[in-house]
Each structure stands twice: as structure tokens, then as C-alpha cells.
Nanobody, 120 residues
């Protein structure tokens, strides 16, 4: 059974850091990504990483602050989030699939989400 389990969310102050983790069961996925959804908003792309970890891409609003990485031996993908801002507040979701894409519809598997709350 395919399962993605996120962890690492929490409530922090602006400027703080968090590291999200996502453990994938069953297999190593070619593409893994992080998305987020704030209340009343659509789910949006945050960052993606390819199988080797050599290619990453992130949305402009997090460039220079967030870093995506993966450890295939552990079937885990990480999202290091530094210099957090109140506008980063959202539920963060891990996604896995066979194609690197910024469109959430391209991903077949999703985690349950982890809440990140950043206060000013």
C-alpha cells in the first residue's frame, strides 16, 4: 500500500526555521514534491525534486529560503524552511509521482498534510 507520512510542522515566529519530512512507503518515486494550502485558497506548488536529487525547482516566493532534498536510502524527502513568514502559514503536503511537475494533478500519491503556522 502506498503511503506518504509528513512530519515536522508546528507553530513558530516569523524568522524561525522548520524542517518537514515525508517518508514514502513501498517504493522510491521518480518525482517528489511539496505543496501547500492556506485556508480559502487553492493548493499551490512549493518545491519539487527529481529521483537523483540533482534537479530541484521551487516557487519564486520561497527561493532562497526553502530547500528541498531527498534521501532515497530512507525513502524520505525534506523541506528545510528558513526565514519563515506569516504568509507561509498553510497545511503542507508531500506528493509523489512519476513525473516532475508543478501541477498538483500530476501527482498520484499524497500525504495527510502537516500544519505550519507562522506568527508575526
Amino acid at each position: 500500500q502506498v503511503q506518504l507520512v509528513e512530519s515536522g510542522g508546528g507553530s513558530v515566529q516569523a524568522g524561525d526555521s522548520l524542517r518537514l519530512s515525508c517518508i514514502a512507503s513501498g517504493r522510491t518515486y521518480i518525482a517528489m514534491g511539496w505543496f501547500r494550502q492556506a485556508p480559502g485558497k487553492e493548493r499551490e506548488f512549493v518545491a519539487i525534486i527529481n529521483w537523483s536529487g540533482g534537479t530541484t525547482y521551487s516557487t519564486d516566493s520561497v527561493k532562497g529560503r526553502f530547500t528541498i532534498s531527498r534521501d532515497n536510502a530512507k525513502n524520505t524527502v525534506y523541506l528545510q524552511m528558513n526565514s519563515l513568514k506569516p504568509e507561509d502559514t498553510a497545511v503542507y503536503y508531500c506528493a509523489a509521482g512519476s513525473l516532475s511537475a508543478t501541477n498538483p494533478q500530476a501527482y498520484a500519491y499524497w500525504g495527510q498534510g502537516t500544519q505550519v503556522t507562522v506568527s508575526s
